[in-house]
């Protein structure tokens, strides 16, 4: 079995507790870091990913490791459901994710909830998309989040992942490799309080089973016509699947 990496290698602790650690540690310095160490390019991505929903038009979306909102945000934007809710392990993360929606006037739209994407608290078939974000490649259980995910969709709903994934073609190979091993690492240090995050963050990418190892797992669990469309010469991918 392929070693399980985690925040602070730390066996008394599930990956699950270390993750929601990490996070809560870094929730204030997340979104200036997520935008700086990107250079912008996450918010078109995560812009991308959501436009794989405009067709279905979703009325109640569930946007899984939700964070500090984003991706919700996002999608209201773009898609202007009548509600979307957003789940997390962080208590940390989800204070900054209601101090924007309260500061954006966004309460009646943008519910937020603790909660585990391995046990999600709602009912089977309840919602018309479901969406992830970088979330799936921090999840204990990888089958087990992406079974429950596939659970809580309604028949015919879409789920959209956006992650990371591993470029193969020489030199964003080479670059990126640099960058994110090295740059990313230092600059991650200097700026959030956490000095094991950014070093989490390389080491977690290059375990994710990426590409159609991952459609091959949302298969397994159920979905059908899963698709995987590389971004930034497969620097992230977004995949899709229906129930
Ligand atoms: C990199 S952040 C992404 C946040 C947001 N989706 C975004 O796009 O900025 C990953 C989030 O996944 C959450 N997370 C990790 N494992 C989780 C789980 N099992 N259930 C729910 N949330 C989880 C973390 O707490 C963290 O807030």
């Given at each position: 079995?392929?070693?399980?990496?985690?925040?602070?290698?730390?066996?008394?602790?599930?990956?699950?507790?270390?993750?929601?650690?990490?996070?809560?540690?870094?929730?204030?310095?997340?979104?200036?870091?997520?935008?700086?160490?990107?250079?912008?390019?996450?918010?078109?991505?995560?812009?991308?990913?959501?436009?794989?929903?405009?067709?279905?038009?979703?009325?109640?979306?569930?946007?899984?490791?939700?964070?500090?909102?984003?991706?919700?945000?996002?999608?209201?934007?773009i898609l202007k459901p009548e509600k979307i809710i957003g789940v997390d392990i962080s208590q940390g993360m989800l204070d900054i994710a209601q101090q924007k929606?309260?500061?954006?006037?966004?309460?009646?739209?943008?519910?937020?909830?603790?909660?585990?994407?391995?046990?999600?608290?709602?009912?089977?078939?309840?919602?018309?998309?479901?969406?992830?974000?970088?979330?799936?490649?921090?999840?204990?259980?990888?089958?087990?989040?992406?079974?429950?995910?596939?659970?809580?969709?309604?028949?015919?709903?879409?789920?959209?992942?956006l992650e990371f994934s591993k470029p193969k073609a020489f030199p964003v190979k080479q670059l990126y490799n640099f960058y994110f091993n090295y740059i990313t690492?230092?600059?991650?240090?200097?700026?959030?309080?956490?000095?094991?995050?950014?070093?989490?963050?390389?080491?977690?990418?290059?375990?994710?089973?990426?590409?159609?190892?991952?459609?091959?797992?949302?298969?397994?669990?159920?979905?059908?016509?899963?698709?995987?469309?590389?971004?930034?010469?497969?620097?992230?991918?977004?995949?899709?699947?229906?129930?």
């Open positions: 079995m392929s070693k399980i990496v985690t925040p602070y290698q730390n066996e008394q602790v599930t990956k699950k507790e270390q993750v929601a650690d990490m996070f809560n540690n870094i929730s204030k310095t997340y979104d200036f870091l997520n935008h700086f160490l990107s250079l912008g390019i996450d918010i078109i991505w995560r812009k991308k990913a959501i436009n794989e929903l405009k067709e279905n038009q979703p009325k109640l979306i569930l946007d899984v490791a939700t964070g500090t909102g984003d991706f919700a945000f996002e999608a209201l934007s929606i309260t500061k954006r006037g966004l309460g009646d739209k943008f519910e937020i909830k603790l909660g585990d994407s391995e046990k999600l608290p709602f009912s089977d078939n309840q919602f018309d998309a479901v969406t992830v974000a970088y979330g799936v490649r921090n999840f204990e259980h990888l089958e087990k989040g992406l079974a429950d995910i596939q659970r809580v969709l309604k028949t015919g709903g879409k789920a959209v992942v690492p230092g600059i991650g240090k200097l700026f959030s309080k956490d000095s094991r995050a950014y070093t989490y963050l390389p080491e977690s990418v290059a375990a994710f089973p990426d590409g159609e190892r991952f459609t091959a797992m949302m298969e397994k669990v159920g979905f059908k016509n899963t698709k995987c469309r590389p971004l930034a010469f497969g620097i992230c991918s977004i995949y899709t699947g229906i129930k």
